[in-house]
């Protein structure tokens, strides 16, 4: 299996070049040549296997000989130990449900992805001589889900970049209490301008000391980690061959959609993806349009996590729909808008609405969300309204975090305390380690420089 650049200029690289790189050298993100397919059969056989064992199938598509099946199988086996809940939501039809994907180490879909790339980072790193550094920026779990899985490995450092005033206090401990080999830098910015920097030093030649990777999702072993959890609940909730389901899905950086996208052109029957964003509703607007427009700064929403006013995988987006955009945001070819409007549902859903969501879902369904969940949960609902009672398919929803990663929100808006994660217990007694820098790259690089010295 080869990756090729969605920029078009750089080489066609490895598996293990993807990961280690993570970015191409043209500036472009990889993607791979051909999409490998899963029958109907083996995808229906999902229903017998357990998380690990799905994973290992998808990912040794993908791995090929890169790594050994025994090795790969131990990987997956380690990475996912937490349960995966699937909930069927009280008095919404027959079949409509929500994908709990909080059961990780630090409660957040993020952790799916970061555990994977930390093993099979390491894996590949054991036979370097040099060490990697992992830059991430953040805008509230990916820092966290990174920084716990790969806390404590030798062969390599992780630097992550937060928006100083727009992560929640436990999202922030999450990320800097940990110490060892994780540095945290609170950025005076937005998650935007994290993400700049991050990608400016990738491309900087007086960086070379440095032998960096990202572990954001530019990083393709980001998305094929997110895409087995869509065939793990289409193997749960689905009751015959070829039966076709809908997923919502809350967007920030179109990570998770991607994986959802990957999965669909394995061969799994999605029907169509809700994208459901806050007010950052530059992709809403592009699909409806075909005009794109960053949004700069980005708007400021209780979702945190999707923050985000110009999504780096919207270029894998528009590649997956024959289109091309650079690194910037410029559309070089406009992708099968037609094409892209009949598999994906776009909607912005606003602050008011989210915190609505959070409260109607509670008080009709007793089912509770937190915002990112709310987003999806909305999105779903907006679009059963448009198609005007005739959705006959099992829908999915993502909750993305678990509650209590925002329990202000939700005591504010409930009146209950949602019940701690494990994770978060006796975060808020430990000390925080981490520097405020200014949002300018200068004084990022010269940190960087000062490390090496
Ligand atoms: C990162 C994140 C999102 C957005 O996911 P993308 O892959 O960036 O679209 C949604 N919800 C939560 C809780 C997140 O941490």
Not at 200 to 229: H, K, M, T, W
Request: charged letters at 25%; a positive charge; one cysteine or more.
């Amino acid at each position: 299996m080869k990756y090729y650049s969605t920029n078009g200029v750089s080489q066609k690289s490895s598996f293990r070049e993807v990961l280690l790189q993570g970015i191409a050298e043209d500036k472009g993100l990889f993607m791979p040549e051909v999409i490998p397919r899963l029958s109907q059969k083996e995808i229906f056989g999902f229903k017998e296997k357990k998380y690990p064992e799905i994973a290992f199938t998808i990912f040794s598509k993908f791995i090929g000989k890169e790594i050994p099946e025994k090795d790969l199988r131990k990987i997956v086996e380690d990475t996912y130990n937490f349960s995966v809940p699937i909930e069927k939501v009280r008095g919404v039809g027959s079949g409509t449900y929500v994908l709990r994907l909080d059961g990780g180490p630090t409660a957040s879909f993020k952790d799916f992805a970061a555990r994977t790339m930390a093993r099979l980072m390491d894996y590949f790193m054991r036979s370097d001589e040099k060490k990697l550094t992992i830059l991430v920026a953040t805008s509230g779990d990916t820092g966290s889900a990174v920084a716990n899985a790969f806390y404590g490995l030798e062969n390599i450092e992780v630097i992550v970049l937060f928006p100083e005033k727009e992560v929640t206090s436990n999202q922030r401990r999450q990320m800097t209490t940990l110490g060892k080999n994780i540095s945290v830098l609170a950025v005076k910015g937005k998650f935007d301008d994290c993400q700049a920097m991050v990608k400016r030093a990738f491309a900087d030649s007086d960086l070379c000391e440095y032998n960096f990777s990202s572990a954001n999702s530019i990083n393709l072993g980001r998305l094929i980690p997110q895409s087995v959890y869509y065939f793990y609940s289409y193997s749960r909730v689905a009751d015959s061959f070829w039966e076709k389901i809908i997923f919502s899905v809350p967007c920030g950086n179109f990570g998770n959609l991607c994986g959802g996208l990957i999965a669909q052109r394995m061969g799994l029957p999605v029907k169509k993806f809700v994208a459901a964003v806050n007010e950052n509703d530059e992709f809403p607007i592009f699909l409806e349009t075909g005009r794109y427009k960053k949004i700069v700064p980005s708007k400021k929403c209780v979702s945190n996590a999707m923050n985000v006013g110009h999504p780096s995988n919207l270029s894998r987006l528009i590649d997956f729909y024959n289109g091309q955009m650079d690194e910037n945001g410029k559309i070089i070819k406009l992708p099968d808008l037609e094409k892209m409007r009949g598999e994906i549902f776009s909607v912005a859903v606003s602050d008011n609405e989210t915190k609505k969501t959070i409260i109607d879902a509670y008080n009709k369904h007793m089912l509770l969300l937190e915002p990112h969940g709310a987003v999806a949960w909305k999105g779903l609902e907006v679009f059963l309204e448009k198609s005007g009672g005739k959705v006959e398919e099992k829908l999915v929803s993502l909750e993305t975090a678990h509650p209590s990663k925002f329990p202000e929100e939700i005591e504010a808006l409930l009146n209950i305390k949602p019940a701690l994660h494990p994770c978060l217990k006796g975060v808020a007694e430990k000390k925080e380690n981490f520097e405020i820098i200014e949002n300018d790259y200068i004084s990022f690089k010269n940190l960087l420089k000062g490390r090496k010295e």
